[in-house]
Structure formats: structure tokens, C-alpha cells
């Protein structure tokens, strides 16, 4: 494997901030996760695969998931563009982005009486055959962002089956890991089964993967399957010792004590949090921000280690990951999909 300096030589213009994505790790991920549930997994990758890179990660997955989702149709059409067959879901598509959608087999997630009336409508102009569309209806358990309750489910579902649109799925959000939810969503299973006997139930996200309850027909994985996978590292490009006193970066903070610090390259411009700084790891070392983070770099106080120009710097890994976002008070959600500005990505294996 090539060390980081071989990498950032491969990179068409010298950067100082690389994103390493593990593919193998992400297909071990989806593997282990199909071993454990025993349904069919729909790989989320939206967001770009959740910052991992859409187009890489569906090429590699494929083959070992049964459908993807994505949140918008320009997710969906890339991934055709890329020659991707799969089954893809829509989750959150406009009313006048449903032909489009329809034109590319995409699987419409229907969750407002909006998007059906432009169904309806398509029908009846011919301009959609209701035999060849896919849908999955989602419905409001309790999460109450988006999704139809009971009563409007039936009317869309009878309306649906007279027209002969086949819808093939249903599913829901959780907002815990808990069970509070599966009671509401049974009964909209036990509605739409009413219509459509073989449709297929899916509820469980990545969280509540470990719960057979919540499985239903499938699972969707989402950042389960990108648990380990990503890594980011940046470089010195200033090493000082600077003395009890001294004012370090913008603003007025002052060091209590005589110490060795480290500038590394990267700031607010390329996803270093201004406000909550995470440590960074030098050598194994770890070191705190000193002063304010800068657009383009920030201060590391590095104690007794002196750090050497261009010598790599850990900002996360996949052990850190969890450390990271807490002390930038956020999520890993945040850590993974935030990796932007003058960042290149490199895929392993």
C-alpha cells in the first residue's frame, strides 16, 4: 500500500488535505450487515454516499446490495448516467420531477397527495404507463416529518389500484432505536396489504439493524455501512516554540505556558470546525487547538514533541471518528458528509 506522501504525489496538483476512502472496509460493512439481518439491504447512498464518494461506492456495492436510496432525482440520474441497474429509491422527489424519474426506472418514494395528483395526471395524459411505474408510498408512524396517516394512505391506495399502478413497497422513519413506532406502522402495513398483498414492508435503518423486530422485508443501511472507512489527514507546514505569553492566531488567546506548537494547513474553508475544534494527532500525539481556527490553517499546541514540516497529521479516522465529533459537538453524520474545500479524495483497494 502506498504511504501518504506516495498518495498526495498521485494527486494531479499538490494538496495538503487527503480524504481516504476504504472501499473494502465499506463492502465488509454491507456484507457483515446482510449476514446479520437475513432481508434484502437497500445501501442509502445519499449525500454523495454520505461523503464517501455516490458513484465510487455504488460500483463497488452493487453486486453484494439489493437496491440503493438516494434523497434526490439528480442523485438518481448520476447513478444511471453511471450505468447503475439496480433499484433505486427516491425519497424526496418534487411533483414535477416525477416523469423524469418515471423515464429513468427510478422508484418513486410517494409521500404527499402532491406527488400523486401529478401521477394521476401523467396517467391520464398517457404520458406514464401505470404498469411500468415503481413506487413505495411512505407513511408518518410518528416521526411526523413526511409520509401519508392512515386515512390518506387508503385514499391513495384505492385511487392507485384502480388505476393499476403497482406499488411495491412501504416504509416509514424512526426516530429512536426503540419500538414505540412499529405499532403505528403495523397498521399501515395491514392497510396496504388490504391493496396489495405482496407488498414489502422496511423501517429499520442502521440503528435498529440489531432489532428483528423492525426488519420487516429489508432494512435501508446507512452509516453502518461507512463505519471505519473514511480517514483524513493534513500536514505541517509550520513547526515553532513559542514562549509563556505569546499571542497565538486571531483574537486574544495567550499561552500559560512555554510550549512547541505545529501550524497545520486547513481551515473553515476546507471543513476544520471554527467553533468546537477537534484535536488533531501527530505521531501518535494528541494535540489541542490553540487560538482561533483560520480560513486556510490552525495552531496545535504539540507539548514536548517537536513536529516537522510536512509531516502528516491524523484529523480523523475511523477510531477517532466517534472521538472527533464529539468534541465538536456534533455527529458522525456531520464529520463524514462536512469533508469539502481543497480536499482530495484517494480510494483504497
Not at 165 to 178: A, C, F, M, P, W
Not at 240 to 255: I, N, P
Request: glycine share 8%; proline share 1%.
Amino acid at each position: 500500500m502506498l504511504d501518504f506522501f506516495a498518495r498526495i504525489r498521485l494527486c494531479e496538483v499538490a494538496v495538503k488535505i487527503v480524504v481516504e476512502i476504504d472501499l473494502n472496509r465499506i463492502e465488509q460493512n454491507i456484507l457483515a450487515t446482510k449476514r446479520l439481518v437475513g432481508v434484502p439491504v437497500m445501501l442509502m447512498v445519499k449525500a454523495d454516499a454520505y461523503g464517501h464518494g455516490l458513484i465510487k461506492v455504488a460500483k463497488r456495492a452493487e453486486n453484494v446490495v439489493d437496491a440503493f436510496g438516494v434523497e434526490t432525482l439528480e442523485e438518481g440520474l448520476k447513478l444511471r448516467r453511471a450505468g447503475i441497474k439496480s433499484e433505486i429509491l427516491v425519497l424526496a422527489l418534487c411533483e414535477n420531477e416525477i416523469f423524469r424519474a418515471y423515464k429513468q426506472d427510478l422508484t418513486i418514494g410517494l409521500h404527499n397527495r402532491a406527488q400523486f395528483a401529478k401521477i394521476v395526471s401523467l396517467i391520464n395524459s398517457n404520458h406514464i404507463n401505470p404498469a411500468k411505474l415503481k413506487t413505495h408510498v411512505k407513511v408518518d408512524s410518528g416521526m411526523h416529518r413526511l409520509g401519508f396517516c392512515l386515512d390518506e394512505l387508503q385514499i391513495v391506495l384505492k385511487k392507485a389500484k384502480s388505476l393499476g399502478i403497482k406499488v411495491s413497497g412501504i416504509y416509514s422513519h424512526l426516530r429512536d432505536e426503540t419500538e414505540s413506532q412499529k405499532g403505528a406502522f403495523d397498521k399501515f402495513v395491514e392497510v396496504a396489504k388490504g391493496y396489495y398483498p405482496d407488498i414489502k414492508a422496511h423501517l429499520a435503518s442502521s440503528h435498529s439493524l440489531f432489532n428483528p423486530n423492525l426488519r420487516y422485508d429489508g432494512v435501508r443501511l446507512g452509516i453502518n455501512a461507512y463505519k471505519g472507512a473514511m480517514s483524513a489527514y493534513s500536514q505541517v507546514i509550520e513547526s515553532r516554540r513559542l514562549q509563556a505569553g505569546e499571542r497565538v492566531s486571531y483574537g486574544d488567546f495567550a499561552l500559560q505556558k512555554t510550549t512547541n506548537t505545529a501550524v497545520v494547513f486547513g481551515g473553515y474553508a476546507d471543513s476544520i470546525a471554527r467553533e468546537n475544534p477537534s484535536s488533531v494527532w501527530i505521531r501518535g500525539k494528541k494535540c489541542a487547538v490553540i487560538g482561533n481556527v483560520c480560513m486556510d490553517c490552525f495552531v496545535v499546541d504539540t507539548g514536548d514533541l517537536v513536529a516537522k514540516v510536512d509531516e502528516k497529521v491524523l484529523l480523523f479516522d475511523g477510531d477517532k471518528a466517534s472521538e472527533v465529533a464529539s468534541e465538536r459537538n456534533t455527529i458522525e453524520y456531520c464529520l463524514m458528509t462536512s469533508q469539502k474545500g481543497r480536499i482530495k479524495r484517494v480510494y483504497l483497494n
